[in-house]
């Protein structure tokens, strides 16, 4: 039996190679394997394999990468390899110039990574309990003609969008923690690809439909201020624009990755180009968003306009507060999207303030929204309301 020679076979894919599969049978071999970046298929024990290393960010695609099939038919580590993702050697691919990419996952880096993950899900808990709070008092306390209406029922929209979001972020920071907790991060697999993609998939869908959730708040508060009619209709438009136009960018995102993004569960996908087909579409609704508040500011101080509101001081209230969300909003997506093209990233509070101010959106929507809401607040205090909220839990708590 060979020993420790190179192997050089023709498998360019998973399932490639499978005429060879009658050597392997009478013998000693190791199984074909997936290591979270490429397929290496099934190797006679004693021998080495060597493949061309994958097309992406920060690899050289004309090296190859190693794999050492031992004696006793399992796959053994590599002494000596500066980057040993599950037991392969890519030491050859990784660029010069990228190689921090995996130096960055040491112990300490790894303790820094629990540590912001700890932080995101306690401060996304913090969120969830918020909206849903905010949920249990609009759908248990408001009477239903005031449900009907339009503007709070793009209110309940929002905040469903917003608890998406969140659960979706939780759930990416759980089996983060998990993986750091147990297993090498450079040495597993998070899941399984299918769950994997679709959870990197819809991460961008629902962080997208949530910032156009506030843009279809903020152009009903400009539609407000021009008239003091709240309206009933119009909901549907609302939701073909807010869950239905995410679809598109979505759409090309997902095609582009799959066609020229063959990696397990679309590692170092936030680095592929096509990022910035997301990037702008979110940078289109908050330039939007920000067009609305302008216009209704603009409204307010006209007086073809002020006459017709309702309550001129109640309105410039509800454009600010949103203004001033507006611009957390943009500080966060600003400390998500710019460290991927500068070095700015790379710093430590950089990251912990990216971390916090994404995990804390919801908690930001609940208060902007519902909890310094005047009338919302002013409904609240109401004695029938208190006497309804009363009689609800007498109802529903067994």
Known sequence: MLRNTSWDLPFTDCGEGLDLLPLLINGTFCAGVHDGIMCWPPVPAGNTIRKKCPSFHGFDSSKEAVRKCGRNGSWEDIEESIVTIFKTNFAECVIPDDIDVFRRFDDQARDSALAMSAVALSLLILSLLSILVVFLLYYCILPKFVNTILHVRIHKTLFGAAILDILVKMTTHILLLYEL??????????????????????????????????????NFLQILCKS???????????????????????????????????????????????????????????????????????????KEYRDKVYDLSKMKYAVTLTFVYLGIVVCS???????????????????????????????????????????????????DVRMRFGKYLALNVP
């Open 181 to 218: 907790n147990n297993i090498s991060f450079l040495n597993s697999v998070f899941f399984t690809e299918f769950v994997c993609k679709f959870l990197a998939t819809f991460k961008q869908y629902t962080e997208i439909v949530f910032l156009g959730w506030i843009a279809m708040e903020s």
């Open 228 to 302: 003091e009619h709240l309206g009933s209709s119009g909901f549907t438009i609302y939701c073909i624009v807010g869950w239905g136009l995410p679809i598109v960018p979505l759409t090309l995102w997902v095609v582009t990755l799959v066609v020229d993004h063959k990696v397990q569960c679309w590692i170092d996908h936030t680095s592929h180009p096509v990022m910035w087909v997301i990037d702008i579409y979110k940078l289109f609704i908050l330039t939007v968003t920000f067009v609305f508040l302008l216009v209704a500011l603009v409204r307010l101080n006209m």
């Open 333 to 383: 997506c600003a400390l998500v999207i710019l460290p991927k093209h500068f070095p700015l990233g790379e710093h430590q509070a950089v990251q912990y303030l990216s971390v916090i101010m994404t995990s804390l959106m919801g908690l930001g929507a609940a208060i902007v929204y519902a909890f310094a809401n005047k009338d919302f607040i002013k409904f609240l205090r109401h004695n």
